[in-house]
Antibody, heavy 120, light 108 residues
Framework: EVQLVETGGGLIQPGGSLRLSCAASGFTVSSTYMSWVRQAPGKGLDWVSIIYDGGSTYYADSVKGRFTISRDNSKNTLYLQMNSLRAEDTAVYYC??????????????WGKGTTVTVSS | EIVLTQSPATLSLSPGERATLSCRASQSVSSYLAWFQQKPGQAPRLLIYDASNRATGIPARFSGSGSGTDFTLTISSLEPEDFAVYYCQQRSNWPQRTFGQGTKVEIK
């Protein structure tokens, strides 16, 4: 069964750092694209970052220069290193597998999310 | 940035009724549009990709249509488990993706 499990969320002060993990099972993270998406309390969904199977990475403008996406192939785990955190980064963070059912990538499997709260 | 506007914000219907949800893009996204369902406390679930293709395991009562700037998600006959929030998402300016603000389908 394909599954994603996020961990690492918590309460952190503004300016602090946090690393989120997303453990995958049932498939290999390095064989496809993987994304992070967040959802602020009571709000909609915001795409955050993506890593390609080849290792290229891209970020939303709102997190560029502060967040870093990476993966550990030996652990089949995706990461999101978040630095210089701001109150507006408070959200549930989801990792998602990207697949191309038709030739174009879409987020077809999501984890249950981990909550990040940035507050003093 | 491509902005997706969903309407209505809330749709109040009874089980068995037909639901029609709209998503309008600020500029053409061709057919690069997906629909997701999200229930409280759960992760989103992919329903439709490329505007009109059902994802694996999605019941036939869900259908998508449209291209360019105007898209529709139709649920032909609402089941109790269909009451949720629905988001559209575009991938036209890949890898940047944007979502609509959501339409809540609630029980009348």
């Amino acid at each position: 069964e394909v599954q994603l499990v996020e961990t690492g969320g918590g309460l952190i002060q503004p300016g602090g750092s946090l690393r989120l993990s997303c453990a995958a099972s049932g498939f290999t993270v390095s064989s496809t694209y993987m994304s992070w998406v967040r959802q602020a309390p009571g709000k909609g969904l915001d795409w955050v970052s993506i890593i390609y199977d080849g290792g290229s990475t891209y970020y939303a403008d709102s997190v560029k220069g502060r967040f870093t996406i990476s993966r550990d192939n030996s652990k089949n785990t995706l990461y999101l290193q978040m630095n210089s955190l701001r109150a507006e980064d408070t959200a549930v963070y989801y990792c998602a597998r990207e697949q191309k059912p038709s030739g174009y990538y879409y987020m077809d499997v999501w984890g249950k999310g981990t909550t990040v709260t940035v507050s003093s | 940035e491509i902005v997706l506007t969903q309407s209505p914000a809330t749709l109040s219907l009874s089980p068995g009724e037909r639901a029609t949800l709209s998503c309008r893009a600020s500029q053409s996204v061709s057919s690069y549009l997906a629909w997701f369902q999200q229930k409280p406390g759960q992760a989103p679930r992919l329903l439709i990709y490329d505007a009109s293709n059902r994802a694996t395991g999605i019941p036939a009562r869900f259908s998508g249509s449209g291209s360019g700037t105007d898209f529709t998600l139709t649920i032909s006959s609402l089941e109790p488990e269909d009451f949720a929030v629905y988001y559209c998402q575009q991938r036209s300016n890949w890898p940047q993706r944007t979502f609509g603000q959501g339409t809540k389908v609630e029980i009348k």
